[in-house]
């Protein structure tokens, strides 16, 4: 008996391609929906990483800054005794120090990991701080009632809960910054598993055969490649690193436009991050290097010039009746008349010289590569310069056109003694100073002369 012909071969046939197309559109979309959810992963962490860290890191750097002027402040308070004068620089410590409790109290509101190195920091930065303003506090009560010799030593004293405070937010700002190499490293990672997923789409695009298909996923592995590329570079800090631009409406065009907007929101964070150190190491009214950046880079340079058996030589400088200035001149011409000392002095040095603000009317010039006879020709120029420099205050002071005039004392490194250090030095090129001013102001005066 004869079958009838039926379509059945046929149509089992196109059931089954019509079920294989429908199991690779599957396919499709189940990639698909992994690649577009570890796209959007990537874009978090990026957008992450630019909204938190940055933050940390400027708060922290700010609280670096109030403590050293705040140290500066009390340092002042000690250096005058006019009630006036007195009463002023302890107006200006209560400010510092309200300010920073508030920064301390956003500093412990922050979320941070519990356990984590950044928690850490912060809790020694909180115990730290209490202890340093009880011991600072007894200092200015001393200087109140003046015991100026005990409030010094009390001074002194508070230095090391100063310096351990300072050392804290150091750790706290490292801790900060390998965060942000964690988030980095966190990307990179997100970025390889997007990169073998979408070599995985280009197999099963592979195993169909269709040449439609084949040209789809070469086009999607050369813009995947680019893309990974280009987050790779801008993961490693490449300056260079530039970002397919694509108007892709497809999940590819939304990752390059997360990539160019994490590496904008990178780039902004690296010049946050440099104006702020730069900040910490500059004195807000004349621009030059402050304590903390002149110490920094004073000890290299000792280090180095003992190591390579290098002349280095150190000026102190000091404006000679200051306190007079401010007196009769005005607060603001005190500031004018520091200002103008810098941009005198600033012409007279070499660009590898080092021009620093210690505190109020003080500063220091690092000398590399200078002996003594050198240096007391550097400071001898610096002092006619300042001298010849007239002051024109602002115009709301009220005052006219004045000169000042400075004392130096100088002092060079002895690297035939084995204890020779930064801090010798500094108290060396102290008792010159002093020297210079005990001797009638306005002259030039070396270690070796102030020891006669």
Same mark, same amino acid.
């Given at each position: 008996?004869?079958?009838?012909?039926?379509?059945?071969?046929?149509?089992?046939?196109?059931?089954?391609?019509?079920?294989?197309?429908?199991?690779? &559109?599957?396919?499709?979309?189940?990639?698909?929906?992994?690649?577009?959810?570890?796209? $959007?992963?990537?874009?978090?962490?990026?957008?992450?990483?630019?909204?938190?860290? $940055?933050?940390?890191?400027?708060? !922290?750097?700010?609280?670096?800054?109030?403590?050293?002027?705040?140290?500066?402040?009390?340092?002042?308070?000690?250096?005058?005794?006019?009630?006036?004068?007195?009463?002023?620089?302890?107006?200006?410590?209560?400010? &510092?120090?309200?300010?920073?409790?508030?920064?301390?109290?956003?500093?412990?509101?922050?979320?941070?990991?519990?356990?984590?190195?950044?928690?850490?920091?912060?809790?020694? !930065?909180?115990?730290?701080?209490?202890?340093?303003?009880?011991?600072?506090?007894?200092?200015?009560?001393?200087?109140?009632?003046?015991?100026?010799?005990?409030?010094?030593?009390?001074?002194?004293?508070?230095?090391?809960?100063?310096?351990?405070?300072?050392?804290?937010?150091? +750790?706290?700002?490292?801790?900060?910054?390998?965060?942000?190499?964690?988030?980095?490293?966190?990307?990179?990672?997100?970025?390889?598993?997007?990169?073998?997923?979408? &070599?995985?789409?280009?197999?099963?695009?592979?195993?169909?055969?269709?040449?439609?298909? +084949?040209?789809?996923?070469?086009?999607?592995?050369?813009?995947?490649?680019?893309?990974?590329?280009?987050?790779?570079?801008?993961?490693?800090?490449?300056?260079?690193?530039?970002?397919?631009?694509?108007?892709?409406?497809?999940?590819?065009?939304? *990752?390059?436009?997360?990539?160019?907007? =994490?590496?904008?929101?990178?780039?902004?964070?690296?010049?946050?991050?440099?104006?702020?150190?730069? *900040?910490?190491?500059?004195? @807000?009214?004349?621009?030059?290097?402050?304590?903390?950046?002149?110490?920094?880079?004073?000890?290299?340079?000792?280090?180095?010039?003992?190591?390579?058996?290098?002349?280095?030589?150190?000026?102190?400088?000091?404006?000679?009746?200051?306190?007079?200035?401010?007196?009769?001149?005005?607060?603001?011409?005190?500031?004018?008349?520091?200002?103008?000392?810098?941009?005198?002095?600033?012409?007279?040095?070499?660009?590898?010289?080092?021009?620093?603000?210690?505190?109020?009317?003080?500063?220091?010039? *690092?000398?590399?590569?200078?002996?003594? @006879?050198?240096?007391?020709?550097?400071?001898?120029?610096?002092?006619?310069?300042?001298?010849?420099?007239?002051?024109?205050?602002?115009?709301?002071?009220?005052?006219?056109? =004045?000169?000042?005039?400075?004392?130096?004392?100088?002092?060079?490194?002895?690297?035939?003694?084995?204890?020779?250090?930064?801090?010798?030095?500094?108290?060396?090129?102290?008792?010159?100073?002093?020297?210079?001013?005990?001797?009638?102001? $306005?002259?030039?005066?070396?270690?070796?002369?102030?020891?006669?």
């Amino acid at each position: 008996m004869q079958m009838p012909n039926r379509p059945f071969p046929e149509m089992s046939l196109r059931l089954k391609t019509r079920l294989a197309l429908l199991g690779v &559109l599957g396919l499709f979309m189940v990639f698909g929906a992994v690649a577009l959810d570890r796209m $959007n992963a990537l874009h978090d962490a990026a957008a992450s990483l630019s909204a938190t860290v $940055n933050p940390d890191i400027r708060l !922290i750097g700010e609280i670096d800054i109030l403590a050293s002027a705040l140290r500066t402040a009390e340092a002042d308070s000690l250096l005058d005794d006019s009630a006036a004068a007195g009463q002023a620089a302890r107006d200006r410590i209560a400010v &510092l120090r309200s300010r920073l409790d508030q920064r301390l109290d956003d500093l412990e509101s922050m979320p941070l990991p519990s356990g984590s190195a950044e928690a850490e920091a912060r809790a020694l !930065i909180l115990d730290l701080w209490p202890a340093y303003v009880a011991e600072s506090t007894a200092s200015v009560k001393l200087a109140e009632s003046g015991k100026i010799a005990a409030a010094r030593a009390a001074f002194r004293a508070a230095g090391a809960s100063h310096e351990a405070l300072g050392a804290a937010l150091d +750790l706290l700002m490292a801790a900060g910054e390998d965060a942000h190499l964690q988030a980095r490293a966190a990307i990179a990672r997100a970025a390889d598993q997007t990169r073998w997923l979408t &070599l995985s789409v280009g197999t099963g695009l592979l195993i169909i055969g269709l040449a439609m298909v +084949l040209l789809f996923e070469a086009s999607l592995v050369a813009m995947a490649q680019r893309l990974l590329t280009a987050m790779k570079r801008v993961a490693a800090g490449d300056p260079h690193a530039t970002v397919p631009h694509t108007e892709r409406a497809d999940e590819f065009g939304e *990752l390059a436009r997360a990539v160019r907007s =994490f590496a904008a929101s990178l780039d902004g964070l690296r010049r946050r991050e440099v104006e702020l150190r730069a *900040l910490a190491g500059t004195d @807000a009214l004349t621009g030059v290097a402050n304590r903390r950046a002149f110490l920094e880079r004073a000890d290299d340079e000792v280090a180095r010039a003992l190591r390579y058996g290098q002349p280095l030589s150190l000026l102190m400088i000091d404006i000679d009746h200051f306190k007079q200035v401010n007196d009769v001149h005005g607060h603001a011409a005190g500031d004018a008349a520091l200002v103008r000392l810098v941009e005198a002095c600033a012409p007279e040095l070499r660009e590898h010289d080092m021009l620093a603000r210690l505190g109020g009317e003080e500063f220091v010039v *690092l000398l590399p590569h200078t002996d003594t @006879a050198r240096a007391l020709l550097v400071a001898e120029r610096l002092r006619q310069a300042v001298e010849r420099a007239p002051v024109d205050p602002p115009r709301h002071a009220c005052s006219g056109v =004045f000169h000042i005039t400075i004392s130096l004392g100088s002092a060079t490194l002895q690297g035939d003694l084995p204890s020779e250090t930064l801090s010798t030095l500094l108290e060396r090129a102290d008792r010159a100073l002093y020297g210079a001013k005990h001797s009638g102001r $306005n002259r030039v005066m070396g270690s070796s002369l102030a020891a006669e």
